[in-house]
């Protein structure tokens, strides 16, 4: 049914017409698939400047890791001095409070002995 109101369209077209509508349909074609290239070339365009900015990034922190470590490390450093120091702090108060405790024992000691005496 379809294909024989197709052959009867093409029978009513001469040569010189059935060449310029196949020409058209081909133009009509190359023109989608130009558009579809002209898009994905442009995705992958975008695509790869994407990856390779952040290829460069990577190398920018690669090279500054050194630098990085550096700095963490020396962090690290000053937030052990400092909890060192303050335990250190600690003790030493700790120990004074125990030496002022002996002491004051002793003055007892020595008072108590003195008034057997």
């Given at each position: 049914m379809?294909?024989?109101?197709?052959?009867?369209?093409?029978?009513?077209?001469?040569?010189?017409e059935?060449?310029?509508?196949?020409?058209?349909?081909?133009?009509?074609?190359?023109?989608?698939?130009?558009?579809i290239y002209v898009?994905?070339?442009g995705t992958v365009s975008m695509r790869e400047r994407s990856l390779?900015?952040?290829?460069?990034?990577?190398?920018?922190?690669w090279e500054h890791r050194?630098?990085?470590w550096k700095d963490l490390e020396e962090e690290?450093?000053?937030?052990?001095?400092v909890e060192?120091?303050?335990?250190i702090s600690q003790l030493k108060a700790e120990y004074d409070s125990y030496v002022?405790?002996?002491?004051q024992k002793l003055d007892r000691s020595r008072t108590r002995g003195k008034g057997i005496i």
């Open positions: 379809i294909l024989d109101k197709l052959r009867y369209a093409l029978s009513l077209l001469d040569s010189n059935l060449l310029v509508l196949v020409t058209a349909i081909l133009i009509y074609h190359l023109v989608i698939i130009a558009f898009t994905i070339r390779e900015a952040e290829r460069n990034e990577y190398k920018k922190r050194d630098d990085a690290l450093r000053r937030v052990l001095h060192k120091e303050r335990e002022n405790l002996l002491e």
